[in-house]
């Protein structure tokens, strides 16, 4: 029989403070170049001479982004502080994977840099999902083990707080990735997805709160619609200021706050009936940051818990046993949990 072994371990302090540094410096540049850093390039072939920003969006595609003309010195530093500044970003988030830190890919960071750019997370859009895990993870310096994930969730509980309309499929597009709308079922259900070619290509899905799973939700802000999750109200309220590291680049995000994301997995891993292994996935991440908060941040999760909406609450009570077979070795949060019953 093999060796329990803890659900997770933490870090290094200097290579979280690195994090700490990757992540400050990212909210200080505002808009992110998208795609690899890129070159500044000139091109003169109408009598005049400008720059340009070449760079990859998407692998094996080469853009080029207007930059000034060839006179306008401030267009021009400014840029190249921006390339050099992301070339560092990039550099640092590559050591950080080697780490361990968690790190999605470069086309989810293709849409996570277009989400921040346009201002969506500010205006109230929240990551969630297990990319929402990962990003915990790494807030909290802790190293566990992530079934990778090939879905972008995102959320909103209320109207985003935007100037105007920003339409989501076009906004998608824009990444230069080639995605497609996803047909409701039945097919004349409007859709709440998008996704690239292929079985296992990226999917982004808007969710949003809901009685009934599955239920349609319109999001004029977006002109698009969300599908609806139960108890999503109690998951996105309160939600946080954090990053996720795509790519080569560090983006700041919106997160549900750790401990009602704990619940809302915990009552998630209840429900997927027809689909046990993503049931386990979402035990095992509640279990991870359950562990994560009683044993390093001495949280009480007992005071959390009777916040949590009734079905949470027996949902979580529903699954001790195997919550508590995780935890063999850690026998801290094993009676943290026995203290719910």
Not at 6 to 34: D, N, Q, W
Not at 116 to 123: I, K, P, Q, V
Not at 156 to 166: D, G, H, I, M
Not at 222 to 242: I, K
Request: proline share 6%.
């Amino acid at each position: 029989m093999a060796p329990r072994q803890s659900l997770y371990r933490f870090h290094e302090l200097p290579i979280r403070t690195l994090y700490a540094e990757v992540k400050e410096r990212a909210r200080a540049m505002g808009e992110l170049l998208p795609g690899t850093p890129g070159t500044l390039v000139k091109r003169a072939g109408t009598g005049h001479a400008y720059w340009y920003r070449s760079y990859y969006p998407v692998p094996k595609k080469r853009s080029e982004d207007f930059v000034g003309p060839e006179g306008d010195q401030a267009a021009y530093e400014a840029m190249t502080a921006r390339i050099e500044l992301s070339e560092w970003t990039a550099k640092q988030v590559a050591a950080l994977a080697k780490l361990g830190f968690q790190v999605a890919d470069k086309s989810v960071a293709a849409v996570l840099v277009q989400l921040h750019n346009l201002g969506m997370f500010e205006a109230g859009l929240v990551l969630v999902g297990t990319l929402a895990y990962m990003s915990w993870l790494n807030e909290y310096g802790a190293l566990a083990a992530v079934a990778r994930t090939q879905d972008i969730d995102v959320a909103r509980s209320k109207t985003l707080k935007l100037a105007t309309t920003v339409p989501f499929l076009s906004s998608m597009r824009a990444t230069q990735l080639p995605f497609l709308r996803v047909p409701g079922m039945p097919s004349h259900r409007p859709s709440t997805s998008v996704m690239l070619r292929g079985i296992e290509g990226l999917r982004v899905d808007v969710l949003a709160p809901g009685s009934v799973l599955g239920n349609i939700i319109a999001v004029p802000e977006l002109d698009w619609h969300a599908q609806a999750v139960p108890y999503y109200d109690y998951l996105l309220e309160d939600s946080q200021s954090a990053a996720m590291l795509a790519g080569g680049h560090c983006v700041a995000v919106r997160l549900p706050s750790v401990t009602r994301m704990i619940w809302h997995k915990f009552y998630a891993s209840t429900h997927r009936t027809h689909e046990p292994s993503k049931a386990e996935k979402d035990l095992i991440q509640a279990v991870t940051l359950a562990a994560i908060l009683v044993e390093q941040e001495s949280v009480n999760l007992r005071e959390f818990f009777r916040d949590a909406p009734a079905s949470l609450r027996k949902a979580t009570i529903s699954r001790l046993t195997r919550i508590e077979a995780l935890l063999t070795e850690h026998p801290q949060t094993t009676e943290a949990f026995r203290e719910l019953r």
